[in-house]
């Protein structure tokens, strides 16, 4: 696509719009490299693995978002019976097949979640025409039409479509996981982590990252969710725990140079939220917008890092191997996932 042809004429400052090519949908996930997949199976020592995810049905009650519920599960039916315990004979004479086929309506961020490119983008003069409207990572927006993947010549019409969580199922996301136990030196109490509190704690611990790594943090916040059995105190549930400083423009630039490819962590948001927006135009979740709009950065929220944490601190390490698909679900922004790390 020449210059003329691109879907914006400028990009924000500090975004890597075009770096991985005009019609980008991937972001940093392309760091993702067979050579990084290789390094992350390096870091496989005892082929041990810890289940990352909470039970979709946490943390139960909507007190951490009133727009997200839990999952509706119920049976399917056949004709007008459930078809629960379903004895076959009653379609078909001598069946000895008892059936369970169940639905579920899930609210696909309600826990441990991906966002995709498409959950956050801001309002952003793209076009240079002294107009701000709704834009995502690389440009694209509502409306815009694309080739669909893979050369089919169908059209996808929104930036929902282009960037949805499918674009990232596709690709794969499994690379090397890199731990930072926020706990271990915060506790439980509130604290906005910024970028000096972050280095100090990787340099006591002795963790690094690489370009391509996805970066995970432990704040102990999920061990509280499951502690609170699905009934969350909703006088605490937004003021306990570590989160980062959303706000710390050093800090945002370190993820930036950092090179690494995704950013999870165990809380609700990973950014410190609610927080004080300052007076004049800017994002009320600014790790969001630099993350997802400007760097195509997928996050990962509410995961569970509890016993990886403390198996990782007990045996002196810090890098694993993680497998962590989305749903492979076109045009959603958003995906439960089931992560599996591996040591």
């Given at each position: 696509?020449?210059?003329?042809?691109?879907?914006?004429?400028?990009?924000?400052?500090?975004?890597?719009?075009?770096?991985?090519?005009?019609?980008?949908?991937?972001?940093?996930?392309?760091?993702?490299?067979?050579?990084?997949?290789?390094?992350?199976?390096?870091?496989?020592?005892?082929?041990?693995?810890?289940?990352?995810?909470?039970?979709?049905?946490?943390?139960?009650?909507?007190?951490?978002?009133?727009?997200?519920?839990?999952?509706?599960?119920?049976?399917?039916?056949?004709?007008?019976?459930?078809?629960?315990?379903?004895?076959?004979?009653?379609?078909?004479?001598?069946?000895?097949?008892?059936?369970?086929?169940?639905?579920?309506?899930?609210?696909?961020?309600?826990?441990?979640?991906?966002?995709?490119?498409?959950?956050?983008?801001?309002?952003?003069?793209?076009?240079?025409?002294?107009?701000?409207?709704?834009?995502?990572?690389?440009?694209?927006?509502?409306?815009?039409?694309?080739?669909?993947?893979?050369?089919?010549?169908?059209?996808?019409?929104?930036?929902?479509?282009?960037?949805?969580?499918?674009?990232?199922?596709?690709?794969?996301?499994?690379?090397?996981?890199?731990?930072?136990?926020?706990?271990?030196?915060?506790?439980?109490?509130?604290?906005?982590?910024?970028?000096?509190?972050?280095?100090?704690?990787?340099?006591?611990?002795?963790?690094?990252?690489?370009?391509?790594?996805?970066?995970?943090?432990?704040?102990?916040?999920?061990?509280?969710?499951?502690?609170?059995?699905?009934?969350?105190?909703?006088?605490?549930?937004?003021?306990i725990c570590a989160a980062l400083d959303g706000r710390d423009e050093r800090l945002l630039q370190w993820i930036s140079d950092s090179g690494i490819a995704a950013l999870v962590a165990d809380n609700y948001a990973i950014e410190a939220y609610p927080n004080d927006k300052p007076p004049g135009r800017c994002a009320v979740l600014p790790l969001h917008e630099h993350c997802l709009f400007k760097l195509g950065l997928p996050l990962g929220e509410i995961w569970y890092l509890s016993e990886l944490a403390q198996w990782l601190r007990d045996n002196a390490r810090s890098r694993f191997m993680l497998t962590a698909p989305?749903?492979?679900?076109?045009?959603?922004?958003?995906?439960?996932?089931?992560?599996?790390?591996?040591?």
């Amino acid at each position: 696509m020449a210059p003329t042809e691109r879907r914006w004429k400028r990009r924000p400052a500090g975004s890597n719009w075009g770096d991985f090519g005009d019609d980008d949908q991937l972001g940093r996930l392309n760091l993702i490299t067979p050579a990084r997949r290789r390094a992350a199976a390096a870091e496989v020592v005892e082929g041990r693995s810890f289940c990352l995810s909470l039970p979709l049905d946490y943390p139960g009650g909507s007190a951490l978002n009133p727009r997200r519920q839990a999952p509706n599960l119920r049976p399917t039916t056949r004709g007008e019976l459930p078809n629960w315990m379903f004895a076959v004979e009653n379609e078909v004479p001598g069946a000895t097949d008892v059936m369970n086929d169940d639905m579920a309506t899930i609210w696909l961020q309600y826990s441990t979640q991906w966002d995709s490119l498409a959950h956050a983008g801001s309002s952003f003069d793209a076009n240079a025409d002294g107009r701000p409207e709704p834009v995502f990572y690389n440009g694209f927006r509502g409306g815009v039409e694309i080739p669909k993947p893979q050369g089919s010549g169908e059209s996808l019409a929104s930036a929902t479509r282009a960037l949805g969580i499918d674009v990232i199922a596709r690709h794969g996301v499994q690379g090397r996981g890199v731990l930072v136990d926020l706990r271990a030196h915060c506790a439980d109490e509130r604290e906005i982590v910024g970028h000096d509190r972050l280095q100090a704690i990787m340099r006591d611990d002795g963790v690094t990252v690489q370009a391509g790594d996805i970066l995970c943090l432990h704040t102990g916040f999920a061990q509280r969710l499951l502690d609170w059995n699905r009934d969350p105190d909703p006088s605490q549930i937004h003021t306990i725990c570590a989160a980062l400083d959303g706000r710390d423009e050093r800090l945002l630039q370190w993820i930036s140079d950092s090179g690494i490819a995704a950013l999870v962590a165990d809380n609700y948001a990973i950014e410190a939220y609610p927080n004080d927006k300052p007076p004049g135009r800017c994002a009320v979740l600014p790790l969001h917008e630099h993350c997802l709009f400007k760097l195509g950065l997928p996050l990962g929220e509410i995961w569970y890092l509890s016993e990886l944490a403390q198996w990782l601190r007990d045996n002196a390490r810090s890098r694993f191997m993680l497998t962590a698909p989305p749903l492979r679900l076109p045009g959603a922004v958003g995906s439960p996932v089931t992560p599996i790390a591996t040591v």
